[in-house]
C-alpha cells in the first residue's frame, strides 16, 4: 500500500522568504501526486499535480513543486512567501485504477512572520 | 458554478446515536468522496461513489456507510457513534470518469462533528 510523509509538523517562515515543504512517498510505481492547501475551517484547495512527464511543475498561487523519482519526493516551493500563505499543506498520492481514493501525509502548519 | 455543499456545518451527537452527513457536488460533478479528517489520524478515505455505486471504501468498520442518489448527491451515515468519531468530515466531488487522474477533486468547507 502507498503512504505519504510529511517530515515537519510546523515550519515558520517571515514574509518574502524562500519556503520548501517536504514530501515522501512510498510506493512501487510512480503514482500521481498531489499537494493541497487547507485554510482554517475550509476544505482543501488544489494547489498543482503530477501525474508524468515533465518534473517540475507550476500550481496556482506562485507554487511550484519537483517530483524527483529517486528520492520518492514531491517537494512544494515557493520563491517568496506572502502573509496569506499561512496554512496547512498537505502532500498526497493516488494511484491507478483506485478512483479518487488519495493517500494524505500529515500535514505541514506554515506560519508566516510578519 | 456553487461549489461543494455539506450540511450542516455543525453537529453534536451523544455517544450510541447515529448521524446523517449530507453533500452536495458541483453540478455535473458523478463523483462524490468522503474522507475524515481528525488530529491524531490526519485526513483518511472513507468511501467513493460514482453513478450512485460505491467504487471504493476505506478502512472504516460497518459503521460508516454512504450512499449517493441519481442526482449526484451523496449522504454518510454513522451509527452507534463512538467518542473518537469526532471529527471533520470532507466531502470531495469531481466530474469522476477517469479517477483521480483526470479530474481534479473539489472539497467542500466539512460537517464538524462532536461526539459527547
Known amino acids: 500500500a502507498q503512504s505519504v510523509t510529511q517530515p515537519d509538523i510546523h515550519i515558520t517562515v517571515s514574509e518574502g522568504a524562500s519556503l520548501e515543504l517536504r514530501c515522501n512517498y512510498s510506493?512501487?510505481?510512480?503514482?500521481?501526486l498531489f499537494w493541497y492547501v487547507q485554510s482554517p475551517g475550509q476544505g482543501l484547495q488544489l494547489l498543482l499535480k503530477?501525474?508524468?512527464?515533465?518534473?517540475l511543475v507550476q500550481g496556482i498561487k506562485g507554487f511550484e513543486a519537483e517530483f524527483k523519482r529517486s528520492q520518492s519526493s514531491f517537494n512544494l516551493r515557493k520563491p517568496s512567501v506572502h502573509w496569506s500563505d499561512a496554512a496547512e499543506y498537505f502532500c498526497a498520492v493516488a494511484v491507478p485504477n483506485a478512483g479518487n481514493m488519495l493517500t494524505f501525509g500529515g500535514g505541514t502548519r506554515l506560519m508566516v512572520k510578519p | 458554478k456553487a461549489g461543494v455543499t455539506q450540511t450542516p456545518r455543525y453537529l453534536i451527537k451523544t455517544r450510541g446515536q447515529q448521524v446523517t452527513l449530507s453533500c452536495s457536488p458541483i453540478?455535473?460533478?458523478?463523483?462524490v468522496s468522503w474522507y475524515q479528517q481528525t488530529p491524531g489520524q490526519g485526513l483518511q478515505f472513507l468511501f467513493e461513489?460514482?453513478?450512485?455505486?460505491?467504487?471504493n471504501k476505506g478502512n472504516f468498520p460497518g459503521r460508516f456507510s454512504g450512499r449517493q442518489f441519481s442526482n449526484s448527491r451523496s449522504e454518510m451515515n454513522v451509527s452507534t457513534l463512538e467518542l473518537g468519531d469526532s471529527a471533520l468530515y470532507l466531502c470531495?466531488?469531481?466530474?469522476?470518469?477517469?479517477?483521480?487522474?483526470?479530474?481534479?477533486?473539489?472539497f467542500g468547507n466539512g460537517t464538524r462533528l462532536t461526539v459527547t
Open positions: 453540478s455535473g460533478h458523478r463523483s
Open positions: 470531495a466531488s469531481s466530474l469522476g470518469g477517469g479517477g483521480a487522474r483526470n479530474s481534479p477533486l473539489h
Open positions: 461513489y460514482f453513478s450512485e455505486t460505491q467504487r
Open positions: 510506493y512501487g510505481a510512480t503514482p500521481y
Open positions: 503530477y501525474f508524468s512527464g515533465d518534473t
